[in-house]
């Protein structure tokens, strides 16, 4: 199997590595980069798959106990095994829903990283969706066509709508096929009152996307990930349908009721590793379809590693989606972008006289968390959209903001529009954690209360949009006494 991308080659011999760690599985793809006639293509060269199930091991709290994240380390040290001899710009391992809500992340973050001998980012759920559209579409055809993709997870769930490489909508709910497993089927056991509760707890939170997807419009529905690949196997194998429809959804619910336990349930091609959370999953595929009006889902094997892949790929040739896709914000909303640039050239300025002060992070750090927080800086595409949301102008819908900046991770997103949303605020007092230099969030946070102290000493620079103060005087001003 092999996706498309086009973008500057690379040689044959590059190896890229994408670590999913999902709240159900954790999954490590190696894929090389080969040039063909319409660009490059990463191949798969190998796969390791480890059901750690680790929303399974969120207690009272929302802990997570010392054998979910055994399993989990143990996983991580197999998959750092292969990855010793990988670069690591060469690797980029992202963590889901679980790390998003466990109280006891950060502590085990820590330990998670130091067994995988590689950095770990916990990516926000847009974020997450728009990386699993980006794997989505390397592996479907470019038929200029929208499309609805639903991708169900241990422990969310990813709705987007997009045509080609393009996304148009980002939704991501907090809800999978682990934690509903847990919630609703104590033990394994389904009866009708349990999975109706299921299915409208599922409808609720899909209730608020229905109406802006039904409005946006689509030709063809995609499942992608375990739960849509689970279903789909049952509907070609156990039942003879070549899709996922209503008929095969109902047929599924009526034989689970009957049996009472998925693990009665004769169906060949479910895998045991499936079966635990097969009541979950058939639940908010039934919700989805539902309230999307959904009448048959094809399967894609392209998920969200494969979309980190292409992520890391389009960063490693230059071609960075980040930037990609602000662009696109740009043209669609109108922004100022001579604006932004000049914000941006400030904001540089002052970063790197910041990085150079006395106690300062030092000259010019190659990388940091303000670094890749300030990526779209070199064009000023994210200042052009930031300023102007500050002072008042028309911002896109939340869902399409999210959409635009979803290249940048969550902590991205903070780190960058911080200092340049703040211009009329007052800085927040410094911290004795968040000197530059210290390293993590506490960095970025320091860092950025003082770009935005800053910032807002220089405001009055670039408030009128002129590209030299002295422009301002041409102006005539409205002196009223």
């Given at each position: 199997?092999?996706?498309?991308?086009?973008?500057?080659?690379?040689?044959?011999s590059s190896l890229l590595a994408a670590v999913d760690l999902g709240s159900n599985s954790f999954r490590l793809v190696i894929g090389r980069i080969e040039t063909t006639p319409v660009g490059d293509q990463i191949r798969p060269v190998d796969q390791i798959k480890e059901t750690v199930r680790l929303a399974a091991g969120l207690g009272s709290g929302n802990t997570l106990s010392a054998a979910a994240?055994?399993?989990?380390?143990?996983?991580?040290?197999?998959?750092?095994?292969?990855?010793?001899?990988?670069?690591?710009?060469?690797?980029?391992?992202?963590?889901?829903?679980?790390?998003?809500?466990?109280?006891?992340?950060?502590?085990?973050?820590?330990?998670?990283?130091?067994?995988?001998?590689?950095?770990?980012?916990v990516i926000a759920g847009r974020e997450e969706a728009r990386l699993i559209y980006l794997g989505a579409a390397h592996a479907l055809p470019a038929d200029g066509q929208r499309r609805l993709v639903v991708d169900i997870g241990g422990g969310s769930t990813e709705c987007i709508v997009g045509t080609d490489y393009d996304a148009e909508e980002l939704e991501s709910v907090p809800l999978g096929c682990?934690?509903?497993?847990?919630?609703?089927?104590?033990?394994?056991?389904?009866?009708?009152?349990?999975?109706?509760?299921?299915?409208?707890?599922?409808?609720?939170?899909?209730?608020?996307?229905?109406?802006?997807?039904?409005?946006?419009?689509?030709?063809?529905?995609?499942?992608?990930?375990?739960?849509?690949?689970?279903?789909?196997?049952?509907?070609?194998?156990?039942?003879?349908?070549?899709?996922?429809?209503?008929?095969?959804?109902?047929?599924?619910?009526?034989?689970?009721?009957?049996?009472?336990?998925?693990?009665?349930?004769?169906?060949?091609?479910?895998?045991?590793?499936?079966?635990?959370?097969?009541?979950?999953?058939?639940?908010?595929?039934?919700?989805?379809?539902?309230?999307?009006?959904?009448?048959?889902?094809?399967?894609?094997?392209?998920?969200?590693?494969?979309?980190?892949?292409?992520?890391?790929?389009?960063?490693?040739?230059?071609?960075?989606?980040?930037?990609?896709?602000?662009?696109?914000?740009?043209?669609?909303?109108?922004?100022?972008?001579?604006?932004?640039?000049?914000?941006?050239?400030?904001?540089?300025?002052?970063?790197?006289?910041?990085?150079?002060?006395?106690?300062?992070?030092?000259?010019?750090?190659?990388?940091?968390?303000?670094?890749?927080?300030?990526?779209?800086?070199?064009?000023?595409?994210?200042?052009?959209?930031?300023?102007?949301?500050?002072?008042?102008?028309?911002?896109?819908?939340?869902?399409?903001?999210?959409?635009?900046?979803?290249?940048?991770?969550?902590?991205?997103?903070?780190?960058?529009?911080?200092?340049?949303?703040?211009?009329?605020?007052?800085?927040?007092?410094?911290?004795?954690?968040?000197?530059?230099?210290?390293?993590?969030?506490?960095?970025?946070?320091?860092?950025?209360?003082?770009?935005?102290?800053?910032?807002?000493?220089?405001?009055?620079?670039?408030?009128?949009?002129?590209?030299?103060?002295?422009?301002?005087?041409?102006?005539?001003?409205?002196?009223?006494?």
């Open positions: 199997m092999g996706f498309c991308c086009k973008m500057r080659t690379m040689p044959s994240q055994d399993r989990a380390v143990d996983a991580l040290r197999r998959f750092g095994e292969r990855l010793r001899t990988f670069p690591p710009e060469r690797v980029r391992a992202v963590a889901t829903n679980t790390f998003r809500v466990a109280s006891d992340a950060r502590a085990f973050l820590e330990r998670a990283q130091q067994a995988l001998g590689f950095d770990i980012e682990v934690g509903l497993s847990q919630r609703f089927f104590q033990g394994g056991v389904v009866d009708r009152g349990s999975f109706d509760a299921a299915r409208w707890a599922c409808r609720d939170l899909l209730a608020p996307l229905a109406q802006r997807y039904r409005a946006t419009g689509w030709r063809r529905a995609i499942g992608t990930s375990g739960t849509a690949k689970a279903l789909w196997q049952i509907a070609q194998s156990d039942l003879g349908e070549p899709r996922l429809d209503r008929s095969v959804l109902a047929t599924l619910e009526a034989q689970l009721l009957k049996a009472g336990h998925p693990d009665r349930m004769r169906l060949t091609a479910l895998k045991p590793d499936r079966r635990p959370v097969l009541p979950g999953g058939l639940a908010m595929m039934s919700a989805a379809f539902e309230e999307f009006g959904i009448e048959s889902m094809d399967y894609c094997d392209g998920a969200l590693r494969e979309g980190v892949l292409y992520d890391l790929l389009g960063r490693s040739t230059g071609t960075d989606m980040r930037e990609v896709t602000v662009a696109q914000m740009i043209r669609r909303h109108g922004l100022d972008e001579r604006h932004g640039l000049a914000v941006a050239e400030l904001h540089a300025r002052l970063l790197d006289r910041r990085a150079g002060a006395p106690g300062g992070a030092g000259a010019r750090p190659d990388r940091g968390p303000h670094q890749d927080a300030l990526a779209a800086r070199r064009s000023g595409r994210l200042a052009a959209r930031a300023v102007p949301a500050a002072r008042g102008h028309p911002s896109p819908p939340p869902g399409r903001r999210a959409a635009a900046l979803g290249p940048l991770a969550h902590q991205e997103h903070r780190r960058a529009a911080r200092a340049p949303c703040r211009l009329g605020a007052r800085p927040p007092p410094d911290r004795p954690d968040a000197a530059p230099g210290s390293g993590g969030v506490d960095e970025g946070r320091g860092l950025a209360a003082a770009l935005s102290a800053g910032l807002r000493r220089r405001r009055g620079r670039h408030r009128d949009r002129c590209s030299h103060p002295r422009d301002r005087c041409s102006r005539p001003r409205d002196r009223r006494k």
